[in-house]
C-alpha cells in the first residue's frame, strides 16, 4: 500500500518505541536524510504585516530558516530536494544541492495563532537545528498546527517525518478526517495498523465517522470489524456514527435495530446507549415524516432514565412541523416553555431554533393566534424572530383585524418591530397595514402610510386605498379623499368603483353637487361605472352651497 509520506521505504524501529505513549518521552533525535526538508519549510507564506516583523526581529537566529533580503524569491516546495546535479552527472555520484530554506517570516502567522504555551514550545524548537529533533519534538508541532486548524501544513509535515510513530498517525488521520477525506484516511489507517502501530479508540472512531458522513457505512462497519480484532472496544461514540450514518442512508430499521441492540446488552462490553444514539435515530424518522415512531423512541429513552436535549425536542418540533402537524409542535414548544429547564425531570428551555421551527410553521398553516402566542413567548424569552416571519405574522394580524378589533394594538406592535428591525415590509404588508389601520378608526395613520407607500414607489393596493377612502369619506374628509384619488391617478392606476362611490356619497350627502358631478365625470372618463342614480336617491342629502368647490385637478 503506498505510504502517504516520502519516506515511507524507510525501516521502523521495533513497534513499542514509537506507541502514542511515547510521545513526550522520546528525547533520542532522529536522524535526517539527505534531501529531506526542514520543519520550516512547510509553514506557508503569509503576507507581511507589523506582528509578523517583529516576530521576525525574535527569530533573526533561527536555525531553521535564514533570512533572505526583499529581493529573494521566497522558496516553497513540498520536498526541498533539487532535482540539479553537478557537472558530475546522473548516477548518484554527483553531489545533491538542497534549495533554500524558508524565510522564518513564512511561519510566522502561523506561529501567532498557537496558544501561548504551543507558541513557545515551537519557537523552541524552530530555533534548533533539524538534526537535533527528536520524533517527540515533530509530535509537537504536529499536534500544534492540527489544533490550530491548518490540517494541510499538519499533513505536509507529517509526509516529510523521517520515522513518524503512532501518534504522527494518530495526528495525520484525523487531520484527513477533518478535511473530510476518509479513502485517504482509511488508507492511512491500514497502514498504521500493517505497521504494527497500535490506533486508539478516538482514532478508529474519526475514520468511522467521517465515512458515515460521507455514507461509505459499509466501509465503516469494517473499520468497526478491524478496531474489534485489533482488541479496541468501540464506545459509544463510535456506535454514534454508526447510527447517524445508517440514518443518513436511509437505513432508519438497522439504526433502530442497533439502538435495541445496544439497550440489551448495556451490561456486557459494548456501551449503554446515551441521549444522543436516541436523538439520532428519532431525528432520521423526524426527517422522513415518520413522527409517531420517533416519538416512541422518545419514550424509550424517558422510561431509560435518560434526559432529552434541546436537540431531541427540536428535532420532534420539526418532525411534526414538516408532517403538516404544527399544533402539535406548537403544544411541544409550550410544554418546553412551561418547564424550568434546570430539574432533569423537566424538558429543557426552547432556543432561538425551536421557535425558529415552530412560528413559521404555525403562520403557513395561518394559525394566527398560536403564532402570536409563539411569538409573545419568543419575545420574552430574549430571541428575535427574522424578518420574514415578523412580515408574514404583521400580514396575518392586520387580516384578523376584519374580525377583531383588538388584534391591531398587535398588528401595529409586530409592523413597527418589522421595521426597527431594518427589515423592510413588503408592498402587501404595508397595504394589509393601512386597510386595519382605516378599518380601525386610525385614519391619519393609515393615510401617512399610504403617503410612504408612495413615496418608496410601493404599488398601492385597490383595497388598501378604497378602506382609506371610505375612512376619510365617513369622517366627512372629501379632500383628503380626493388626494388619495389623486395620488392613485397620478401613479398610473385607475381607482375603482368602489372608491368613486364611497367619494360621491359623501359629496352628495353633503349637497355638493357640481364636485358630485366632476367626481362622476372622472369615472365615466376612466371606464369605471358608478350608480348616480342611487347617490340622487339619497335622503341624507343636504345643501352645503358655502362649501368651497374642490380642487379635482388630476382627476379630471
Not at 269 to 288: E, M, N, R, S, W
Not at 384 to 391: C, F, I, P, S
Not at 409 to 416: C, G, I, L, Q, S
Request: glycine content about 8%.
Amino acid at each position: 500500500m503506498a505510504s502517504l509520506y516520502h519516506n515511507s521505504s524507510l525501516p521502523l524501529s521495533s513497534p513499542h518505541h514509537f506507541t502514542a505513549s511515547s510521545h513526550h518521552g522520546s528525547s533520542a533525535a532522529v536522524p535526517r536524510p539527505a534531501g529531506t526538508p526542514s520543519i520550516a519549510c512547510h509553514c506557508k507564506p503569509t503576507p507581511r504585516d507589523h506582528d509578523a516583523d517583529d516576530l521576525l526581529r525574535a527569530l533573526q537566529s533561527n536555525g531553521n530558516g535564514i533570512l533572505h533580503t526583499e529581493s529573494t524569491p521566497p522558496q516553497f516546495l513540498a520536498d526541498s530536494r533539487s532535482d540539479d546535479e553537478d557537472s558530475g552527472g546522473g548516477g548518484g555520484g554527483g553531489k545533491r544541492r538542497h534549495s533554500s530554506r524558508l524565510r522564518a517570516r513564512d511561519c510566522a502567522e502561523r506561529i501567532m495563532a498557537l496558544p501561548a504555551e504551543e507558541r513557545v514550545k515551537v519557537l523552541d524548537l524552530l530555533q534548533r537545528d533539524d538534526a537535533a529533533l527528536t520524533v517527540s519534538d515533530y509530535n509537537d508541532v504536529l499536534s500544534a498546527l492540527a489544533r490550530a486548524g491548518d490540517h494541510a501544513t499538519a499533513l505536509a509535515l507529517f509526509r516529510a517525518m523521517p520515522r513518524p510513530d503512532a501518534h504522527s498517525f494518530a495526528v495525520a488521520v484525523r487531520c484527513l478526517c477533518l478535511q473530510g477525506s476518509p479513502d485517504e484516511a482509511k488508507r492511512l489507517l491500514d497502514e498504521m495498523v500493517g505497521r504494527g502501530l497500535a490506533p486508539g479508540a478516538s482514532t478508529f472512531s474519526a475514520v468511522v465517522g467521517c465515512l458515515c458522513k460521507r455514507g461509505r457505512v459499509s466501509k465503516a462497519v469494517a473499520v468497526l470489524d478491524a478496531m474489534r480484532a485489533a482488541g479496541c472496544e468501540p464506545t459509544i461514540r463510535t456506535y454514534n456514527s454508526l447510527v447517524g450514518g445508517l440514518c443518513y442512508v436511509g437505513r432508519l430499521e438497522e439504526a433502530r435495530d442497533l439502538l435495541h441492540t445496544l439497550r440489551k446488552k448495556n451490561d456486557g462490553p459494548q456501551p449503554a446507549p446515551d441521549i444522543y444514539t436516541y436523538t439520532i435515530v428519532l431525528d432520521g424518522f423526524c426527517k422522513v415524516g415518520r413522527t409517531e415512531e420517533a416519538m416512541a423512541i422518545f419514550h424509550d429513552a424517558v422510561a431509560a432514565g435518560l434526559s432529552p436535549t434541546i436537540f431531541t425536542y427540536n428535532a420532534l418540533l420539526n418532525g411534526h412541523c414538516k408532517e403538516g402537524n404544527p399544533l402539535r409542535a406548537y403544544g411541544l414548544l409550550m410544554e418546553m416553555c412551561s418547564g424550568n429547564g434546570n430539574d432533569t425531570a423537566s424538558p429543557p428551555k426552547p432556543d432561538k431554533i425551536s421557535f425558529g421551527i415552530v412560528l413559521p410553521a404555525l403562520l403557513r398553516a395561518g394559525e394566527v393566534d398560536a403564532a402570536w402566542q409563539t411569538y409573545r413567548r419568543m419575545d420574552r424569552a430574549g430571541f428575535e424572530a427574522d424578518g420574514r416571519a415578523l412580515d408574514t405574522l404583521a400580514r396575518g394580524l392586520c387580516r384578523r383585524c376584519a374580525t377583531d378589533p383588538s388584534a391591531l394594538r398587535d398588528a401595529r406592535e409586530v409592523f413597527a418591530r418589522l421595521v426597527a428591525s431594518g427589515h423592510e415590509p413588503v408592498s402587501y404588508a404595508h397595504c394589509l397595514m393601512a386597510q386595519a389601520l382605516a378599518r380601525g378608526g386610525e385614519v391619519d395613520a393609515a393615510l401617512a402610510l399610504l403617503g410612504d407607500m408612495a413615496r418608496k414607489g410601493y404599488a398601492l393596493r385597490k383595497r388598501a386605498y378604497t378602506d382609506v377612502v371610505r375612512a376619510l369619506c365617513g369622517e366627512a374628509r372629501v379632500r383628503d379623499a380626493v388626494r388619495v384619488l389623486a395620488m392613485v391617478v397620478a401613479r398610473g392606476f385607475v381607482p375603482g368603483r368602489n372608491a368613486f362611490d364611497a367619494l360621491l356619497g359623501e359629496l352628495v350627502r353633503q349637497g355638493r353637487w357640481h364636485d358630485a358631478m366632476a367626481v362622476y365625470a372622472a369615472a365615466v372618463k376612466r371606464g369605471v361605472v358608478v350608480s348616480w342614480k342611487q347617490h340622487l336617491g339619497s335622503k341624507e342629502a343636504r345643501p352645503t352651497e358655502e362649501e368651497k368647490p374642490l380642487q379635482l385637478g388630476v382627476l379630471q
